[in-house]
């Protein structure tokens, strides 16, 4: 009987400190971390540390940009790879690899699934978010510096753009692109909902007062449309606008950056 307390009394002692240690750990500072979408790879690479990343998904190779180190380690995707990473987190945006975060999670590993933002107003939430999945909360407190304050639009005529994509798909209203397109002080070509294929008659018939392409230079089929004369010559080259491209393919904090680029395409267009 006395064996059985002393017993009893060491698996507490040897307990306590452990919960002890899980109970104070909602904001521990997790790694080996594997992504498995480019959006989680650049929120990654921006904000955590880079002994806490295990290996990125090989989007960032696909989608490079002049930010992103190429010899980050990087994993083709598969469950049986991911599954030897070890991951201690694995991280997925909410419309990315629906099955295979499904199978790892029934695995037993730890998925955390990132609601995009559908807004400009949702960047902060979006961010505040993988933050805490990251175990920086430290950073939960400070909005980042263009959330604290209004993008002043510039007085003028409320121009028309319109925001192509491949394909001829063109990017309607509640989306987005459309706020970045509205907080900027553009008015949306469009007037439906949605990614919307174009009729390239119409749109030369009532052109758009400018034209963002937001597609990689390069020889497609899917530029096809873009680069259709008729369409080159219904907008003067002025009012053919440049961002950066890569901004364009993650909703995130550096999508500021791209209000402001328009805006500054929007002064020069009212001068």
Known sequence: MKWYRVTQLLFIVILFPLVSIGGTSAHATPSGIVSLDLCTDWMLIKYAQPNQIRALSELIHHYPVDWVD?????????????????????????????LLRK??????????????????SDIYNYKQQFMNHIGHPESLSALPERATRQTEKPTGKQATLLLLGANGIGTGRNTFEDGIIQQSGWQNYLRDDGYIPLDLESVINDPPDALLWIAPHSAALANQFAEHPALIKAIPPQHWLTTDYWRWQCPGPWSWALIEQLTAHLKRYNE
Do not use: C, D, F, M
Request: proline content about 6%.
């Open 70 to 98: 190429p010899k980050w380690t990087t994993h083709n995707g598969t469950l049986e790879q991911i599954i030897t990473l070890n991951p201690a987190l694995v991280l997925a945006g909410e419309y990315n690899a629906l």
């Open 103 to 120: 199978r790892l999670q029934e695995l037993g590993l730890t998925v955390k699934v990132l609601s995009l933002p559908k807004s400009i």
